[in-house]
């Protein structure tokens, strides 16, 4: 018996003037990420289809399952669209199914089939009635959900509904650039800004030795395991090493973290515009620690204007850690490798910063020129979900 996999655009569905496109990356989304199978891929305004070999089915749900921009999907049973293959074909495939109550929705978008749906629902139900002993219809709890859509060129059956990811299709925005550390937060937030269809390149400071290759290794890990969702992603790694250090030798203790993070930002102010990024994504959380109070942000954000998005600063922690369990970056992230902002952090950092305080410390050292080498010396890897990475390689 042919099955298919039948996917549902949902949120997409409401870009009347960009659906072709909408629809078209997601198709190449796809068909990229199933570029290891024997697959065919049909779309159309309202649905995509992927023709498939049985024994692959379970692989290529996980692929589906991680694919932005797909609402629901179901596996059908196809057949041509006339009353006896479908009755044939129905009646074929029900026989592995255990049920006491069942109920049938026919939709018919081929006017020229000869029987309205609600008639049809009624043959249908006959059929099963005559044909299997002890069941009945129940419209409103039914044990199967029986949906048969009758469409122009072949008919569907299906049973089931699976859930897909949602959003918009990856790449249907431009390209945000991601600050990822080891920690929970950033790799929710690259995951949140990659379902509203973003792009993004990934930036890890490393202060290496403060650092360890662990912690890049960690970095890389997170990063595979976001690539899930995309292509390739490019991992930006920083060597944050001096400026951190020059920042420990010169500034004021309690303003350490604040210059350091804006430092953060000036790099990736730059590097947005070297690598064409429109947004800076970040794990920042309100309140989460001293950066993180409004009167810290603002300073911090002072010195880019590229907009900052946080896609988790208005979650609660818990609410971080639901999501990164379901993408599967928590186990990760809760290794215990040290972060360029854990080595060194003081013991009362300020929580109400001042910016002319930033200010008068950041002029102690020549920091303009350290931001240029940092840019001009990073390292870049392509970071996918199925290569696997020596990291010795890296350095
Ligand atoms: P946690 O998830 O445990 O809160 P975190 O990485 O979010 O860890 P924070 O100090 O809260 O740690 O940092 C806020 C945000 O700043 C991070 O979510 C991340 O986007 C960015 N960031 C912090 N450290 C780095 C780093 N070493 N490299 C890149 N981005 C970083
Ligand atoms: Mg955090």
Same mark, same amino acid.
């Given at each position: 018996m042919n099955r298919v996999i039948l996917i549902k655009y949902g949120e997409l569905s409401t870009k009347k003037g960009n659906r072709n496109f909408f629809i078209n990356t997601l198709y190449n989304n796809l068909k990229s990420k199933l570029s290891n199978y024997d697959v065919k891929i049909y779309k159309d305004r309202a649905r995509m289809k992927i023709v498939f070999?049985?024994?692959?089915?379970?692989? &290529?749900?996980?692929?589906? *399952?991680? &694919? %932005?921009?797909?609402? #629901?999907?179901?596996?059908?049973?196809?057949? $041509?669209?006339? /009353?006896?293959?479908?009755? *044939? @074909?129905?009646?074929?495939? &029900?026989?592995? !199914? /255990? %049920?006491? @109550? %069942?109920?049938? $929705? @026919?939709? +018919?978008?081929?006017k020229s089939f000869p029987i309205h749906s609600q008639d049809f629902n009624r043959v249908l139900g006959t059929l099963l009635l005559k044909n299997i002993n002890n069941i009945s219809v129940d419209v409103h709890n039914p044990d199967l959900w029986i949906k048969v859509e009758i469409r122009d060129d072949e008919t569907y059956i299906y049973f089931n509904s699976y859930t897909g990811c949602g959003g918009y299709p990856t790449g249907t925005q431009q390209l945000g650039m991601l600050m990822l550390s080891g920690g929970i937060d950033s790799p929710v937030a690259g995951y949140l800004a990659m379902k509203r269809g973003v792009k993004i390149d990934a930036v890890y400071f490393e202060a290496i030795p403060h650092t360890s290759l662990d912690a890049r290794e960690k970095v890389v890990s997170l990063c595979k395991k976001l690539a899930c969702y995309t292509d390739k992603i490019n991992?930006?790694?920083? *060597? %944050? #090493?001096?400026?951190? $250090?020059?920042? !420990?030798?010169? =500034?004021?203790? /309690?303003?350490?973290? #604040?210059?350091? +993070?804006?430092?953060?930002?000036? &790099?990736?102010?730059?590097? =947005?515009?070297? !690598? *064409?990024?429109?947004i800076i994504i970040n794990g920042e959380s309100i309140g989460q620690v001293a950066s993180q109070t409004l009167t810290s942000m603002s300073v911090i954000n002072s010195v880019t204007n590229i907009p900052v998005i946080r896609p988790v600063a208005c979650l609660d922690k818990l609410e971080i850690i639901d999501i990164a369990r379901n993408i599967d970056t928590y186990e990760t992230s809760i290794l215990p490798y040290e972060d360029c902002c854990t080595v060194f952090v003081p013991k009362h950092p300020v929580i109400n910063p001042k910016e002319y305080v930033c200010v008068q410390e950041e002029e102690k050292f020549d920091y303009m020129s350290m931001i240029d080498v940092a840019v001009d010396t990073l390292n870049t890897i392509k970071v996918s979900d199925t290569d696997s990475l020596e990291f010795n390689d890296i350095l």
């Amino acid at each position: 018996m042919n099955r298919v996999i039948l996917i549902k655009y949902g949120e997409l569905s409401t870009k009347k003037g960009n659906r072709n496109f909408f629809i078209n990356t997601l198709y190449n989304n796809l068909k990229s990420k199933l570029s290891n199978y024997d697959v065919k891929i049909y779309k159309d305004r309202a649905r995509m289809k992927i023709v498939f070999k049985d024994d692959d089915l379970d692989n &290529i749900k996980n692929v589906v *399952n991680k &694919i %932005f921009g797909i609402h #629901t999907y179901h596996i059908a049973y196809v057949c $041509e669209s006339n /009353e006896d293959d479908i009755k *044939n @074909t129905l009646m074929d495939i &029900i026989k592995d !199914y /255990e %049920f006491n @109550t %069942f109920k049938i $929705e @026919t939709k +018919r978008s081929n006017k020229s089939f000869p029987i309205h749906s609600q008639d049809f629902n009624r043959v249908l139900g006959t059929l099963l009635l005559k044909n299997i002993n002890n069941i009945s219809v129940d419209v409103h709890n039914p044990d199967l959900w029986i949906k048969v859509e009758i469409r122009d060129d072949e008919t569907y059956i299906y049973f089931n509904s699976y859930t897909g990811c949602g959003g918009y299709p990856t790449g249907t925005q431009q390209l945000g650039m991601l600050m990822l550390s080891g920690g929970i937060d950033s790799p929710v937030a690259g995951y949140l800004a990659m379902k509203r269809g973003v792009k993004i390149d990934a930036v890890y400071f490393e202060a290496i030795p403060h650092t360890s290759l662990d912690a890049r290794e960690k970095v890389v890990s997170l990063c595979k395991k976001l690539a899930c969702y995309t292509d390739k992603i490019n991992l930006h790694i920083v *060597n %944050f #090493t001096p400026i951190q $250090e020059a920042i !420990y030798k010169n =500034c004021r203790d /309690e303003y350490v973290i #604040t210059i350091m +993070r804006r430092m953060m930002y000036r &790099i990736m102010d730059k590097m =947005c515009k070297k !690598y *064409n990024g429109y947004i800076i994504i970040n794990g920042e959380s309100i309140g989460q620690v001293a950066s993180q109070t409004l009167t810290s942000m603002s300073v911090i954000n002072s010195v880019t204007n590229i907009p900052v998005i946080r896609p988790v600063a208005c979650l609660d922690k818990l609410e971080i850690i639901d999501i990164a369990r379901n993408i599967d970056t928590y186990e990760t992230s809760i290794l215990p490798y040290e972060d360029c902002c854990t080595v060194f952090v003081p013991k009362h950092p300020v929580i109400n910063p001042k910016e002319y305080v930033c200010v008068q410390e950041e002029e102690k050292f020549d920091y303009m020129s350290m931001i240029d080498v940092a840019v001009d010396t990073l390292n870049t890897i392509k970071v996918s979900d199925t290569d696997s990475l020596e990291f010795n390689d890296i350095l």
